[in-house]
Structure formats: structure tokens, C-alpha cells
């Protein structure tokens, strides 16, 4: 059997997962390890991103298969014979999974009987799930590289040219409570009064319509701010990018993140980043080179899709978010400063070369190359 990797995985996929699995493909081919894409269609976002069809093959045509599909969803695919189970037969099988919280939950360990090592983005995952796996779990970030088209600017986007502008990104299936955007909203009008003519927040919201009763909330919550603006209807990656490259500072007040991939591509583009401090996004972030928000660890208290009520995750400062918002418009020079040290992180550390050479390292190891 050739030596080379199949990437398994929601390639076509706009969601994160997808975009998980392009960047393991610009990984190997950066590192120009032999590999196909087997596009995995179960997956509810839209999937029109065909950047990577060039490699798709309808079935495995290496030795060792890296499954770019979550625990609980790998094992109910390879169940229902979606993933076909003679696919794995004499191959070296890589679940990369992805977690967010501090306990991985019992009831996905049966995606363990299935492969032979587990893959994670962040060391946070890492010690999540090794607790409680008896198979290798190893840490492999994402890889960062991103082209901002130049014409999807701020005109494009119907932004106003002048105002100083936040981001702020998250997608309804990953749940709205742990992506927490009305802690952002809410640092943000802590910050700046409702009719600021120079400052501005953007929330683009994926996947609107899946949640219309959240969304509707949060355009509650910024009735009568006129400097916030909601962009909330479904774009392609490219256009995600450029949405990126036209603002000005990234914001992610999260409760908890497996890695956190637009607080890396909004380092990569030097644009200074204010997050809570706690999870994935740790591994890459520093007092050096983010505005680290300080949080208490709290109980979840109820259950919000996969998690658990009684499962623990991150309660960001407010007072102290809102005054990193401030510094940064007031301050230009720690601005940039912070921007330009995140670049430097994220194109050092987590280039495609650098993680692919990671890749090549531990399948030489295996003797799978």
C-alpha cells in the first residue's frame, strides 16, 4: 500500500470543522506528504467551498488515514457505514478531534475503539481527552495561512470607512452561549457611548437561521447603539477573510474554545486581539502578544448541546475586556505593538510548513512514511 495520507473530513464544509480539514490539507501539502480528500457529505453547514476538489478521491489510496471528524460523529458514521468500515482495515487510523471543556464526555469514548492514535489542535484538548484514553493523544495545531481578496473591503461590506472596528465571529451550531457575543456587545457599550462616531462593533453570526430566537436577542440587546453592526447572512471563506482583513481588532470574550482558528487568522493579518484567557487559545497567546482577559471558572449550570450542566468553563471580565477595548483605540502604538508580536507568533509557529514538518515527523516515527 502506497505510503501517503487519506484526509477524511468535511472539506467542502463552511463551518469550522471544514475549515479544520483545509488546513490539515495545506499542512501536507506544505510539507508535500503524498495525500487524497475523501469529502464527507454529513455535515449541516453549506458546503460549497471547493478550494481543495483537485485532491478528492472517492475512496482511501494511502496508509494511513487521518480522520478530520469529531469522536461521537466519527463513531456514528462509521455505525451507519457512511465511513466504510473495510476503509480502515490494514491502515494506521488518526482521529483529529476536537473538545472544548476540561472533561471529554464518556459518552464519545467508542470513537476510541476505532482508531489506533488521537490528534488535537490545543494542549487544553490534549489533557481533556487523555485522562481518559488508553491510545496515544497528541497535540497538532491548525495550520495558519490566509489571502484576504482586496476588493472584499470595507465598502464591500458596506462598513463605514472612518470608525475604529471591532470583530467578533461565531456560528450558531457552536453554541451561541459558549461563543458568547453578548459579553463582547456587552464590554463594547461598557466602552463607548451608543452615538460614538468613531468607533464601531461588528458580530457576523453564521448560520443565523438555525437560532432565530438568539439571534433576535442580541439585535434586542443593541437596539439604540448605533455603532454596532450585525452582518448575519451565510459567506464563503473568502469573503470571511476580507471581513477579517477590513477590521481593525478581533474580540472573543469565549467561555471556552478547542483552539480558537479567527483568533489565529486575526494575529496572521497583525491585527491586535483581546480573549479571554483560558482554553485553546492559550497555546498561541500571550501577555505579549494578545490582551488577555481574566475570567472565574464557573459550573455551566445548564445544558447547552453537547455540555454538560455540570462541566466548568470560563466567566470573562467585563470591566476589564471594556478597558482593553479602550487602550486599544487610545492607545495606537500598544495597538500595534500587540499586533505585530501576534504575527510574528502565528507565522513563526503555525505556518502550514512548520505544522506539516510536525506531521512528517510523528508518521516517520510510525514508520508510515
Not at 503524498?34 to 482511501?60: G, Q, V, Y
Not at 496508509?63 to 463513531?75: E, K, P, S, V
Not at 490582551?291 to 455551566?300: E, G, R, S
Amino acid at each position: 500500500m502506497r505510503q501517503g495520507v487519506n484526509l477524511i473530513g468535511y472539506a467542502r464544509a463552511e463551518s469550522g470543522l471544514g475549515e479544520a480539514c483545509r488546513s490539515a490539507a495545506r499542512a501536507l501539502q506544505a510539507a508535500e506528504i503524498p495525500f487524497c480528500i475523501i469529502n464527507m457529505e454529513t455535515c449541516p453547514a453549506r458546503k460549497n467551498d471547493l478550494s481543495w476538489i483537485h485532491k478528492e478521491a472517492k475512496s482511501p489510496l494511502y496508509n494511513t488515514n487521518l480522520f478530520m471528524i469529531n469522536a461521537d460523529q466519527l463513531y456514528s458514521n462509521y455505525k451507519r457505514n457512511f465511513i466504510r468500515r473495510s476503509w480502515f482495515a490494514k491502515r494506521y487510523n488518526i482521529g483529529f478531534w476536537h473538545w472544548e471543556l476540561p472533561e471529554f464526555p464518556h459518552r464519545w469514548m467508542s470513537g476510541l475503539t476505532i482508531v489506533d492514535e488521537v490528534w488535537v489542535p490545543s494542549k487544553f484538548t490534549q489533557n481533556s481527552i487523555s485522562k481518559k484514553s488508553s491510545k496515544p493523544v497528541l497535540c497538532f495545531p491548525h495550520s495558519i495561512s490566509i489571502d484576504p481578496p482586496a476588493h472584499m473591503n470595507r465598502q464591500y461590506w458596506g462598513l463605514p470607512e472612518d470608525r475604529f472596528l471591532f470583530l467578533m465571529m461565531y456560528d450558531t451550531q457552536s453554541t451561541s452561549a459558549r461563543k458568547n457575543p453578548l459579553a463582547v456587545i456587552n464590554a463594547f457599550q461598557q466602552a463607548f457611548q451608543p452615538n460614538d462616531p468613531s468607533i464601531g462593533l461588528v458580530i457576523k453570526i453564521n448560520n443565523a437561521s438555525h437560532f432565530p430566537e438568539q439571534v433576535e436577542t442580541l439585535k434586542q440587546t443593541i437596539s439604540g447603539f448605533d455603532p454596532i453592526f450585525i452582518i448575519d447572512r451565510i459567506v464563503s471563506r473568502s469573503e470571511v477573510n476580507g471581513l477579517i482583513a477590513s477590521c481593525d481588532s478581533y474580540v472573543s470574550l469565549h467561555r471556552s474554545e478547542g483552539f480558537g482558528l479567527p483568533m489565529a487568522e486575526a494575529m496572521f493579518l497583525g491585527k491586535p486581539v483581546i480573549a479571554t484567557k483560558w482554553s485553546g487559545n492559550m497555546d498561541f497567546m500571550n501577555e505579549e502578544n494578545a490582551c488577555l482577559v481574566d475570567f472565574t471558572l464557573q459550573k455551566i449550570g445548564e445544558r447547552y448541546g453537547p455540555y454538560a450542566a455540570d462541566q466548568l468553563w470560563a466567566e470573562p471580565n467585563i470591566d476589564q475586556a471594556a478597558l482593553f477595548m479602550k487602550r486599544i483605540t487610545e492607545d495606537r502604538d500598544f495597538a500595534g505593538k500587540i499586533g505585530e508580536n501576534g504575527k510574528s507568533t502565528i507565522i513563526g509557529q503555525y505556518s502550514p510548513q512548520a505544522i506539516g514538518e510536525r506531521y512528517q515527523a510523528r508518521l516517520q516515527q510510525l514508520g508510515l512514511l
